[in-house]
């Protein structure tokens, strides 16, 4: 059974930084395609970060530059380190690995 539980959210000021972290278990993370989407209100989830299978890292053009996608093997964790938040990245962020399982998300606002 495949489990992903995402933290680290908050409320943040508009240029501030936040990591969220996404443990996953029956999944290991260093071998599997893991990515992070997020859903603003009123919209469609989108992607935002991932780990391609040959372990290189690809990013929406919205947060190319200001996120980084990483993890840690030994803690089976991925991570999403975002700097310089915007009012725009204000959602929900859920982090997803294949088939098709998805944590419950965790808020990020960014006060303006």
């Known amino acids: 059974q495949v489990q992903l539980v995402e933290s680290g959210g908050g409320l943040v000021q508009a240029g501030g930084s936040l990591r969220l972290s996404c443990a996953a278990s029956g999944r290991t993370v260093s071998t599997y395609i893991m990515r992070w989407f997020r859903r603003a209100p009123g919209k469609e989830r989108e992607f935002v970060a991932g780990f391609r299978r040959n372990g290189s890292t690809y990013y929406a053009d919205s947060v190319k530059g200001r996120f980084t996608i990483s993890r840690d093997n030994a803690k089976n964790t991925v991570y999403l380190q975002m700097n310089s938040l915007k009012s725009e990245d204000t959602a929900v962020y859920y982090c997803?690995?294949?088939?098709?399982?998805w944590g419950h998300g965790t808020q990020v606002t960014v006060s303006s």
């Open positions: 997803n690995t294949d088939p098709d399982y």
